[in-house]
């Protein structure tokens, strides 16, 4: 994963997304991270699976707080980036209802 990122930071998100889907997380930790790293990079990519992705991983019952809330703020970034506000007002929202610290909820 840190070569993807290294990737990633580089500007090259589709070099990133080949790398992690070479990956086979072992636990629920590191796919929620492993799901993290490749929405980023989606997002980045400006590929419009991003909000898919970020939705798979909001959605897991499986993930903690801190993972519910960047996933759901992921996807109202991703939507923001595809123009659609009204959406993204929504996932922003969402994201503020599982906050567990005060600087999320005005993030």
Known sequence: MGLAEIERRNGEPAKAI???DTLAPPDQ????????AKANALTEAGD??????????????????????????GQADALLAQD??????????Q?????TEDWQEGW
């Open 18 to 20: 080949e790398l992690l």
């Open 29 to 36: 930790e590191e796919t929620d991270a492993w799901l993290i």
């Open 48 to 73: 419009p699976e991003a909000e898919a992705a970020w939705v798979a991983l909001a959605a897991s019952t499986n993930t903690n707080a801190e993972t519910q809330y960047t996933a759901l703020k």
């Open 84 to 93: 659609n506000n009204a959406d993204a007002i929504i996932a922003f929202e």
């Open 95 to 99: 994201a503020r209802e599982v906050a």
